[in-house]
Nanobody
């Protein structure tokens, strides 16, 4: 019903910035809450940020507050993750996910997932 494709990952030095995009295709993008998750080598998948259907509710994991910004453009069927002041510990594969209805930080609740995009931050 929904296909998600992430882009914008790559290599960046500590203190630098990247902007990830997640393009959605399918039905009624505005009906889905959107989230970003990441998985570093040897670690469990971690919640990063979510945004509600209309953008009225946004939540971040504490480690990225003040550095990352999630946003969405329902007219373009796209969600973004602006990442500033990047740290080596931000290195991970970043995944975009979509959930029917209300947003949440609980990964198993999400209905659709992208394939991921690699973000590597060097020191």
């Amino acid at each position: 019903q929904v296909q998600l494709v992430e882009s914008g990952g790559g290599l960046v030095q500590a203190g630098g910035s990247l902007r990830l995009s997640c393009a959605a295709s399918g039905r009624t993008f505005s009906g889905y809450a959107m989230g970003w998750f990441r998985q570093a080598p040897g670690k469990e998948r971690e919640f990063v940020a979510y945004i509600s259907r209309t953008g009225g509710s946004i939540t971040y994991v504490n480690s990225v507050k003040g550095r990352f910004t999630i946003s969405r453009d329902n007219a373009k069927n796209t969600v973004y993750l602006q990442m500033n002041s990047l740290k080596p510990e931000d290195t991970a594969v970043y995944y975009c996910a979509a959930k029917i209805g209300a947003s949440t930080d609980w990964a198993p609740s999400y209905d659709y997932w992208g394939q991921g995009t690699q973000v590597t931050v060097s020191s």
